[in-house]
């Protein structure tokens, strides 16, 4: 019998990256195909302990390359695609939302034409909770699959424009779908621009972290493997043309988070530094996972031990990070966070 092919974009990514790891490990009858542009986001050295597996696979294609992506499907024939890759950060998309309307909308846009082409059983793409906007501090409300489309961000309003493309390729062409909407992921290789990554990173480094207006801003926290698994159960299990909302009432204020992991790593809270807010900062996400949860997922970590198990990956890995913060990097965060720059 034919082997399944599975494609993963942006498998050199953060999230799209511990999920290649997961299906490599999970699925030795599968193929999977790791493709990824391989920008600043995206890293191989994750996958050392997987790349010589016979079941590994890695193609460096830009998913808005029309010729080279029709090209690849045409060979390869996959059977599933989980759509992972996109620029995925906020504050870059403040500073150049171009790049994000290219990748996210017009990158999405090829590969759906390139999966209706090879007639794929599955495209699941994988969106985020930002796309709906942002809620107020009243703790009983929550991001409903029926919420409507509400974005703020040019990151948001590119991934909800990319949602409604995938939504459309659906109901015109029948390609069989899903699309889910994921809370804030955190965990290991999470690239340290990020908050969680950055705290941590900073920490150890005794240096200051950057909290953003009054550090109240709330965000609902999933451990990134919890994220893999429901992508999982959606590829195999969702049904055709479904929205899946994946969180798991981890709700935190960013000062919080940072606290936790100031007060983790026995560091002194006098290194939290309050800097300029984010333009159009969301005040708070939460996600209602009902839906999901009723097709049979179920997070594994809570926050404390989800926070705890990534402080210790970060203290176990510093080969990973440290060659992420130094180059490139280091030009970012001084742009970034002009007062905190030294
Ligand atoms: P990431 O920035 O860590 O990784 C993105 C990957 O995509 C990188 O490897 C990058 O090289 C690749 N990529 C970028 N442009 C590309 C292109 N043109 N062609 C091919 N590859 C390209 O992002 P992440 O945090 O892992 O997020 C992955 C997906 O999950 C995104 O679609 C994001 O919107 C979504 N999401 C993220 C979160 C989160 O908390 N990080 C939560 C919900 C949803
Ligand atoms: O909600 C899902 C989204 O979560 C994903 O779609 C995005 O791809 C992902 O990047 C993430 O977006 P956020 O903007 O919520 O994540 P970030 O880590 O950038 O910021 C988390 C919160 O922390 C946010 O309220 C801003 C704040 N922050 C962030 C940084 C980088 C700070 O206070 N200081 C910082 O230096």
């Known amino acids: ?31 999977i195909y ?72 017009l990158g999405t846009q090829v590969l759906l034409d390139a999966a209706r082409k090879v007639g794929v059983k599955k495209f699941v793409h994988v969106s985020t909770d930002e796309v709906y906007g942002e809620l107020d501090f009243d703790p009983t409300t ?53 908050l969680i990554p950055l705290t941590i990173s900073r920490i150890l480094n005794d240096e200051k972290v950057p909290v953003y207006g009054d550090g109240k801003n709330i965000r609902d926290w999933l451990h990134v493997l919890d994220h893999c ?6 590829l195999h299990e969702g049904i055709s043309g479904e929205v899946y909302n994946v969180g798991g009432h981890n709700e935190r204020t960013n000062l919080e988070v940072v606290k936790t992991i100031i ?5 002194s809270e006098d290194l939290i530094e ?21 097709l049979g997922w179920k997070p594994t970590f809570t926050f404390e031990t989800g926070i705890a198990q990534t402080i210790s990956w970060y203290l176990d890995n510093k080969w990973w990070w440290e060659q992420i913060i130094s180059g490139e990097y ?3 965060f001084k742009k970034q966070y002009s007062i905190i720059a030294d």
């Open 330 to 332: 280091q030009q970012y």
């Open 34 to 105: 790791n493709l990824d542009l391989l920008t600043y986001a995206g890293d191989l050295t994750k996958h050392r302990d997987i790349e010589n597996n016979d079941n590994y696979h890695f193609v460096k294609v830009d998913i808005a390359n029309r010729e080279q992506i029709i090209t690849l499907f045409e060979k390869v024939k996959f059977d599933y695609v989980a759509h992972f890759a996109a620029e995925s950060h906020v504050d870059r998309s403040i500073t150049d939302p171009e790049i994000f309307v290219r990748t996210n909308v």
């Open 229 to 234: 698994a429901a992508i999982d159960l959606v």
């Open 142 to 194: 929550f991001f409903t699959e029926e919420t409507p489309l509400q974005p703020n961000s040019p990151y948001s309003a590119s991934k909800a424009s990319s949602d409604l493309l995938v939504r459309a390729y659906h109901e015109t062409y029948g390609l069989p779908i899903n699309i889910t909407r994921c809370s804030n992921n955190y965990g290991p290789f999470h690239f340290p621009e990020k």
């Open 1 to 31: 019998m034919a082997r399944i092919k599975i494609l993963v974009t942006g498998g050199a990514g953060f999230i799209g990256g511990n999920f290649v790891q997961y299906m490599v490990n999970k699925y030795p009858q599968y193929d």
């Open 263 to 267: 007060n983790t790593l026995g560091k």
């Open 274 to 294: 309050f800097v300029t807010d984010r333009l159009g900062h969301d005040k708070r996400y939460a996600i209602d996972p009902t839906k999901l949860e009723k």
